[in-house]
């Protein structure tokens, strides 16, 4: 019999849910969240009640019995630092999530409704690889402020899942590969992975690494702690030129990639330029993550909503395609990444870790 596999994924807006059979999804949907409900909770972790009766409701609609479910998976949040992998929903991790001490996110409620849900009926409850993952060499985590250190933040889902896709490409087992992996999204996130761990990464949501569609990616810090101490901008503003306001849409005024590429086929030669600079800055990023390998890289892969994108994947390929092959995974199925964590555990393949 095949394994029956709740996914459930929050966002800001709407809570992502999806059924698996083994591998193939049956059943998705995207719950949407009014503002004015979201608004009424004043952090996060309130939110879950009605999030959890929303998930009830939709696999009512469907005609899914929660009975018929082998185990429930949520999307992990902001946790303490952990290294990668299937984890069970633990009371340590509940009550992290519950004080969010590394900061609200929707994506804190994962274990949370995953946990609920899946006790009611005595399934074991799971999260896979969280924003938090930190697998960092210590070497990597120095910079030359004793009072600043290297975060490991990035898209760790997404990029651990591909990386297993490309070591079944490869035949060889993702433990005894050496592989660079490039997210390409929003935020622009590029792992060094070795023998299946991730030993560096940019920090893709705190200003480090290359440029993105909406994030302005390291800057020279004279020019930057100019403009802080300026007078002319608040903390916020700020913040908002590195996140959500720069990249891509700071100087083209979006960070719509179709729209942009209509842009550079109707002759737009400054939309095409500024494409160039990021996918320039991609490649100059994969080529750093070469050396921390010493030159041993045995792919390079490309995934993310950009990976779409043929100007940006070719202007990536012919800059870095002398260091090793390339493959591509383009898009991001964070759904499909939750559900295979969780067979994976089911299955024997790997152990389930604990949270402590």
């Known amino acids: 019999m095949p394994f029956k596999i709740l996914a459930i994924n929050p966002g800001s807006t709407s809570t992502k849910i999806a059924v698996f059979e083994d591998g193939t999804c049956r059943f998705k949907q995207s719950i949407r969240h009014e503002t004015?409900?979201?608004a009424r909770y004043e952090r996060i972790i309130d939110q879950y009640p009605f999030r959890k009766q929303a998930i009830l409701a939709a696999l009512a609609t469907e005609n899914i019995p929660l009975d018929t479910l082998d185990a429930v998976v949520g999307r992990g949040g902001m946790l303490k630092p952990i290294e990668g992998g299937t984890y069970t929903v633990s009371e340590a991790m509940l009550n992290y999530m519950k004080q969010a001490p590394r900061g609200e996110h929707a994506s804190n409620l994962g274990c949370i409704?995953?946990?609920?849900?899946?006790?009611?009926?005595?399934?074991?409850?799971?999260?896979?690889?969280?924003?938090?993952?930190?697998?960092?060499?210590?070497?990597?985590?120095?910079?030359?402020?004793?009072?600043?250190?290297?975060?490991s933040l990035f898209h760790a889902l997404n990029q651990k899942a591909v990386s297993l896709k490309a070591a079944a490409d490869l035949g060889r087992p993702y433990t005894a590969l050496t592989l660079?992996?490039?997210?390409?999204g929003g935020g622009i996130s590029v792992g060094v992975h070795r023998h299946g761990?991730?030993?560096d990464v940019n920090n893709a949501l705190d200003g480090d690494g290359p440029m993105s569609?909406?994030?302005?990616?390291?800057?020279?810090?004279g020019p930057l702690y100019k403009m802080c101490f300026s007078g002319q901008y608040t903390l916020k503003e700020i913040q908002k030129k590195n996140y959500g306001q720069g990249g891509l849409v700071a100087y083209l005024g979006t960070n719509d990639g179709q729209e942009i590429e209509r842009r550079i086929n109707a002759g737009d030669t400054q939309a095409a330029f500024?494409?160039?600079?990021?996918?320039?800055?991609?490649?100059?990023?994969?080529?750093?993550?070469?050396?921390v390998l010493k030159g041993d890289v045995d792919a390079i892969v490309l995934t993310g909503g950009l990976a779409y994108d043929e100007r940006v994947v070719e202007g990536i390929r012919e800059r870095v395609s002398?260091?090793?092959p390339i493959l591509i995974f383009p898009g991001e199925d964070e759904m499909e990444a939750l559900a295979l964590g969780a067979l994976r555990v089911l299955n024997g393949e790997e152990a389930?870790?604990?949270y402590v």
């Open 213 to 221: 569609p909406e994030r302005s990616g390291s800057v020279p810090l």
């Open 36 to 38: 004015d409900e979201i």
């Open 322 to 324: 002398f260091i090793a």
């Open 180 to 184: 660079i992996v490039a997210h390409l």
């Open 197 to 199: 761990r991730v030993i």
């Open 274 to 291: 500024m494409v160039d600079v990021m996918t320039y800055q991609i490649a100059k990023e994969i080529g750093s993550g070469a050396t």
């Open 113 to 151: 409704l995953a946990k609920e849900i899946a006790d009611a009926y005595q399934l074991p409850s799971f999260i896979v690889d969280p924003v938090a993952v930190d697998e960092m060499e210590d070497i990597a985590r120095y910079t030359g402020m004793p009072d600043i250190r290297r975060d």
């Open 352 to 354: 389930a870790k604990t």
